[in-house]
């Protein structure tokens, strides 16, 4: 596509509730990434693939978060026993190489 | 946790006047690139300056990159009320790909 595409745009789970987003990356883009943005800061690194490989996962904050990419295009950002901590707009990227990311809209994530 | 630091954090101009944020960072670095993110939108992609340039220009723009003190500047000239936007900079620690973001400094442009 033309851009980054990521769903839902908005999501509201309840607390201990599972939930996945989706982002479809620009086509050919071997490089993806996930952000994580809390409000009023700025984005945090959270996981980065080539292809299908996840070569870094250091900035998952913990077990419940895990990312996949298994045909080396859409990948998906599986929360786990949302907690409320865990609200934030999560954003992913992709990249021919490893800079000048185009980012997606973003997906808005509220736990009540 | 965040490796650049914008400066200031908020800045409200009028419009036609210049808007100008700084950025601070800790370690040495390949590139730094500036994003602007609209409210409630994604970050698109501005300006990028390598760490053996010191100055670049595109359009309105002006981005200027000081090594030695690790620090880097935005201009933007003749604002717009559309340039009101929240704005990052985003550095990478030499030899990876992983791109630390600053805090950002959120302009607003009156008009």
């Known amino acids: 596509g033309a851009g980054v595409s990521q769903s839902p745009r908005y999501k509201v789970a309840k607390r201990g509730q599972d939930v996945a987003l989706r982002c479809d990356p620009i086509?050919?883009?071997?490089?993806l990434f996930w952000y994580q943005q809390a409000l009023g800061q700025g984005p945090e690194f959270l996981t980065y693939f080539q292809n299908e490989a996840q070569l870094d996962k250091s900035g998952l904050p913990s077990d419940r978060f895990f990312a996949e990419r298994p045909e080396g295009s859409v990948s998906t950002l599986k929360i786990q026993r949302t907690q409320q901590e865990d609200s934030a707009v999560y954003l992913c990227a992709s990249s021919l190489s490893t800079w000048g990311y185009t980012f997606g809209s973003g997906t808005r994530l509220t736990v009540v | 946790s965040q490796q650049g630091e914008e400066d200031p954090q908020a800045l409200s101009i009028q419009e036609g006047e210049n808007a100008t944020m700084n950025c601070s960072y800790k370690?040495?670095?390949?590139?730094l690139q500036w994003y602007r993110q609209n409210s409630g939108r994604g970050l698109v992609h501005l300006i990028l300056?390598?760490?053996?340039?010191r100055e670049k220009h595109s359009g309105r723009l002006r981005v200027t990159l000081d090594t030695s003190k690790k620090s880097s500047s935005l201009l933007i000239t003749a604002s717009r009320a559309a340039d009101t936007a929240s704005y990052f900079c985003a550095t990478d620690a030499s030899g990876t790909y992983k791109y630390i973001f600053g805090t950002g400094t959120r302009l607003k442009v009156l008009a």
């Open positions: 086509s050919g883009h071997v490089s």
């Open positions: 300056i390598r760490s053996n340039e």
């Open positions: 370690t040495s670095i390949n590139n």
